[in-house]
């Protein structure tokens, strides 16, 4: 079988080098299908990446065929059909991502346009650097020949806290809940929406009532990022790694069991009024035609009052960054 190339960028990193570990396991294609690794870092990275990649070779996966290690962004991004964009500064205690946007930001027009010289037309890509909607907005614009259908930006991290958080009021598995939304940034402003929710088939709001959904549950799901980083110095990294496996299964596998998942994606065309030109979270599916937002949803004032407020953060974002668009 021939081998599916994933791109791994800052592969050297806390959130990389899981993810080298899970790719090479066969978590992202199942148990048949061998993989490519081409990891990207900055040059000064890469004598640690090599030892890094020993490593790697001695757990002798059965389904890793070949690993590039590079600093060229031609050899990285080199006929890939995955691309996992996590290589750019992590925020420190303190830091808002949005803070991150000039010194990440400044990484994502060359990178944008190694991917639309390089890769495989089909390339799925899924920006995880900070911050990663406008990170995104930027690959997507350096790189025109390729569809902004084929990138996303990624905010299951915040859709699998959300149904954590849920799950353990409502004393449910993860499994019972089904229609959890994450709206707009990847940022304290995101939505985390659970009008539509239900657990064990029933109206999660009835379950958990409103004073917890807005004081408690919203404002936990937007600062869980900060809460990890005061406690560990530094910011999630194992939970992200996992998350970004799950982002790319349900876009690759689809998403058929009457639930949707959330995704940052390109906001043209989108059912909800939002600006037309954002990577933006919406409540998707997943099927062989690609990923589509979930359309006919009711939105009740407080919702849109919430997702007005984020799509208002991601503008502000953009225009700081339009010169490198
Ligand atoms: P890290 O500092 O441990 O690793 C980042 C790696 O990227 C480093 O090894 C660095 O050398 C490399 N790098 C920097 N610039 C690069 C470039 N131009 N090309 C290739 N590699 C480059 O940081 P981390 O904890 O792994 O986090 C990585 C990014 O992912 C951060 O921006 C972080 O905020 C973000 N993140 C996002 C989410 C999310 O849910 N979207 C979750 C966790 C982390
Ligand atoms: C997260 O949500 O955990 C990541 O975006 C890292 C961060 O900066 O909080």
């Not at 000039?102 to 027009?109: C, D, M, R, S, T």
């Not at 997507?140 to 806290?161: E, G």
């Not at 099927?287 to 997702?307: A, H, Y």
Request: aromatic letters at 8%.
């Amino acid at each position: 079988m021939k081998p599916i190339k994933v791109l791994i960028t800052g592969a050297a990193g806390r959130v990389g080098m899981p993810l080298v570990y899970r790719v090479s396991a066969g978590d992202l294609f199942g148990l048949q299908q061998p993989v490519e690794l081409q990891l990207l870092e900055i040059e000064s990275m890469l004598p640690n990446l090599e030892g890094e990649v020993m490593e790697l070779r001695d757990c002798a996966f059965p389904l890793l065929k070949d690993v590039t290690i590079t600093s060229d962004l031609e050899t990285a991004f080199g006929d890939i059909d995955v691309a996992f964009m996590v290589g750019a500064s992590p925020r420190k205690k303190g830091m808002e991502r949005k803070d991150l946007l000039e010194a990440n930001g400044k990484i994502f027009p060359a990178q944008g346009k190694a991917l639309n010289d390089f890769a495989d037309k089909d390339v799925k890509v899924i920006m995880v650097g900070n911050p990663a909607n406008t990170n995104a907005l930027i690959v997507s614009k350096n790189a025109p020949d390729i569809s902004p259908k084929q990138i996303t930006s990624m905010s299951r991290l915040d859709h699998n806290r959300a149904l954590s958080m849920l799950a353990q009021k409502t004393n449910a598995y993860v499994s019972d809940i089904k229609r959890v939304a994450i709206w707009g940034n990847h940022s304290p402003t995101q939505y985390p929406d659970l009008s539509h929710a239900i657990v064990h088939g029933k109206r999660a709001l009835d379950l958990v009532g409103d004073d917890w959904y807005r004081d408690t549950f919203i404002t936990g799901v937007q600062n869980r990022g900060t809460e990890i980083l005061k406690h560990l110095g530094v910011s999630s990294s194992i939970s992200a790694a996992i998350c970004t496996i799950k982002h790319f299964k349900s876009w690759h596998y689809g998403t058929n069991n009457g639930d949707w998942v959330s995704k940052g994606v390109y906001s043209m065309d989108n059912p909800y009024g939002i600006d037309e030109e954002l990577f933006f979270s919406f409540p998707v599916i997943c099927d062989e035609f690609g990923i589509s937002i979930v359309e006919n949803l009711k939105i009740d004032d407080f919702s849109m009052q919430m997702i007005k407020a984020t799509e208002k953060e991601l503008i502000a974002e953009r225009d700081v960054v339009k010169h490198l668009l």
